[in-house]
């Protein structure tokens, strides 16, 4: 099987890609990197493996994620975001990141072929959705990455242009105050030259406001935004609240730790309000004794934040209404079916999506899609 012969052979695997890396122009790494990058992901890559083999596959999506494309918190995630974070800050490019994963790719068919070690079709179809997600993750957070460094670069020349703005209005009304000076000194009227001078500058400073507010409203009217703040904390709070609705209910509240660099921005009652509402609506439905899991996490330029219940799945149809005001399902018809309603309105009003996944047998899982923001530093 794939997992033996890679738990075998890791360190040959793992050497074959360092070299690879090496022989690359203008890569290099610190052993740090080198340990924690492709040698940390062939680690989920055997143990992916291993955990298809038992009776319960699909718990293998919690180490790679799923496949397809689709946004999850996994093991995977988080390090492949990680590598591609460490890879920008050695001023790398995007292609860069790729080649990484594609080494490794690279060095395990080479190897199989060496030692005449066959593999199962669903055997490379794992490799390929781990390789898959892995430079998804990896490239995501390259790009966000790279382009808060522009945006940072971008408000560096802001305040060359505030600099060069203030320059130019000390100037003129230097100008400006000087010809008044000398107009009052010498008991002139505006008429001569000198009240040309003191007009012309007048002028000027009027036409370099009225051009700066100008750029201003144009740069700034389709990005305002109300302040960042912690993520972590947020989820902190929002624990520490609904845990006793939690208990109340006969279920668990269990959330993971949160990254302390990610943020989010807009209203924040709003938003908390609204995850709340999710949350009193996963105590409702949840089977007695179970948890219910609060997740955060950032893919790229949003964050992401699931709440998972066990319901035992949704019946047919009502994903479709469920959001709809005054739609209620299940026996219990305690409140009056707003709640999902609200929770959609308060977050699409700050710029982020809601939606919910049918887990058949187990419970669903309600994603609140937002745009990540950098914390002020």
């Known amino acids: 099987m794939m997992h033996d012969f890679l738990s075998n052979n890791r360190e040959e695997l793992a050497q074959r890609c360092r070299v690879k890396v090496g022989q690359r122009v203008g890569r290099s790494a610190s052993e740090t990197q080198l340990r924690d990058g492709i040698p940390m992901f062939l680690d989920q890559l055997i143990r992916t493996l291993q955990i298809e083999q038992t009776q319960r596959p699909l718990d293998s999506r919690r180490v790679s994620g799923p496949a397809g494309g689709g946004t999850a918190l996994s093991e995977v995630s988080v390090s492949a975001a990680q590598h591609g974070k460490d890879l920008l800050e050695l001023g790398l490019t995007v292609d860069q990141v790729v080649h990484d994963y594609g080494d490794l790719c690279q060095a395990i068919t080479d190897l199989a072929v060496e030692r005449g070690v066959p593999f199962h079709v669903d055997e490379f179809r794992t490799l390929n959705r781990c390789l898959d997600n892995a430079i998804c993750?990896?490239?995501t957070e390259f790009s966000f990455q790279r382009d808060a460094l522009a945006a940072q670069a971008h408000a560096l020349e802001s305040g060359k242009k505030m600099g060069f703005f203030a320059h130019e209005v000390r100037n003129l009304l230097g100008t400006a105050s000087l010809a008044f000076a000398a107009a009052r000194a010498g008991?002139?009227?505006?008429?001569?030259a000198t009240g040309s001078i003191l007009e012309r500058s007048l002028s000027s400073l009027e036409k370099l406001i009225a051009s700066s507010l100008e750029e201003v409203r144009t740069d700034y009217q389709d990005h305002?935004?109300?302040?960042?703040?912690?993520l972590a904390n947020f989820i902190a709070e929002l624990h520490a609240a609904a845990s006793l609705s939690a208990s109340a209910s006969g279920c668990t509240l269990r959330s993971q730790q949160v990254d302390a660099?990610?943020?989010?921005?807009g209203a924040r009652d709003v938003l908390f309000a609204a995850v709340a509402n999710l949350l009193q609506n996963a105590f409702k439905f949840t089977k007695p004794g179970s948890e219910v899991q609060l997740t955060a996490y950032a893919s790229g330029e949003h964050i992401?934040?699931?709440?998972?219940?066990?319901?035992?799945?949704l019946a047919p149809g009502v994903a479709e209404t469920m959001f709809l005001p005054f739609s209620q399902s299940g026996t219990d018809r305690t409140g009056v079916g707003l709640g999902l309603t609200i929770a959609k309105q308060g977050?699409?009003?700050?710029g982020g999506e809601l939606s919910v996944r049918?887990?058949?047998?187990?419970?669903?899982?309600?994603?609140?899609s937002l745009p990540r923001h950098t914390l002020p530093t």
């Not at 008991?187 to 001569?192: D, H, I, K």
């Not at 992401?304 to 799945?313: E, K, N, R, S």
């Open 347 to 350: 977050i699409a009003a700050n």
């Open 261 to 265: 660099d990610l943020a989010l921005g």
């Open 137 to 139: 993750d990896a490239v």
């Open 304 to 313: 992401h934040i699931d709440v998972a219940d066990h319901c035992g799945g």
């Open 187 to 192: 008991q002139l009227g505006l008429a001569g």
């Open 224 to 230: 305002l935004a109300l302040g960042a703040f912690s």
């Open 358 to 368: 049918n887990v058949p047998q187990q419970g669903c899982v309600f994603t609140i």
